[in-house]
């Protein structure tokens, strides 16, 4: 297959990674953060679905299953404990 | 094989589509203003691109083992993120973190004025239930 294809999705999901820790650095209020990591989890598992079609292994489709399975239970955690006065 | 020239080809066009997803996400995360928009941009690829990378991997291993672990994944998926979407846009709400003038529409707001006084959860800051001994 296409290298080129390849090099694009990495570049594009290194990207979106990047503006996702600058918005959980930068993020004005806790929320913010947590919607950033919430789609920097989401975007590691896409690259690591990618990885698997660039090298033709389903060894990572377990690691995959659990990410999509637990990802939400931080920003319930945290989204139970924001409360007027914890807007950093 | 004309049938796996036609499946790298869609394979690559799906990884493209999940990926430019991502990075749409990321964008509209550094460019909107509040909370409540991002959290708009940031759901779509949750779901949708990971759907993308998801097909892309189905139709490199065509086999019915992996197929169903990406169903099973996909599920999980479709049932957890609306999950922390919701409760992180609830304790926006609750929390006052989310301006109420930017909302043009406040459903929530009409149904905690519509609830009786005591089933209504404590609005006032620092109001926390004292532990029981």
């Known amino acids: 297959m296409n290298e080129w294809v390849f090099l694009a ?18 993020g004005p209020s806790i929320l913010d953060r947590m919607i950033a990591s919430d789609m920097l989890l989401t975007t590691i598992i896409c690259a690591l679905g990618a990885e698997m079609v660039y090298n033709a292994h389903t060894k990572t489709l377990p690691a995959m299953l659990v990410l999509a399975t637990t990802a939400f239970l931080g920003s319930v955690v945290v989204a139970r404990y924001v409360s007027r006065n914890s807007h950093s | 094989m004309i049938f796996d020239t036609i499946a790298d080809i869609l394979t690559g066009v799906f990884l493209i589509l999940g990926a430019f997803l991502s990075l749409a996400a990321g964008v509209g995360l550094i460019r909107f203003p509040d909370a409540i928009a991002r959290l708009h941009a940031t759901t779509k690829p949750q779901i949708l691109g990971l759907a993308f990378v998801l097909l892309a991997i189905a139709l490199q291993e065509r086999r019915v083992s992996t197929i169903l672990v990406l169903g099973l994944l996909l599920v999980f998926q479709m049932l957890t993120a609306p999950v922390s979407a919701h409760m992180i ?32 959860e404590p609005t006032k800051p620092n109001h926390r239930r004292q532990p029981t001994e």
């Not at chain 1, 999705?9 to 290194?14: I, K, N």
């Not at chain 2, 973190?97 to 609830?115: H, K, R």
């Open chain 1, 9 to 26: 999705v990495g570049v594009m999901l290194t990207a979106a990674s990047v503006l996702a820790l600058f918005r959980i650095i930068q």
């Open chain 2, 89 to 120: 846009a609830r304790a926006g709400y609750r929390g006052g973190i989310i301006a109420p003038e930017s909302l043009f529409i406040d459903e929530l707001g009409q149904a905690i004025d519509d609830a009786p006084q005591e089933e209504r």
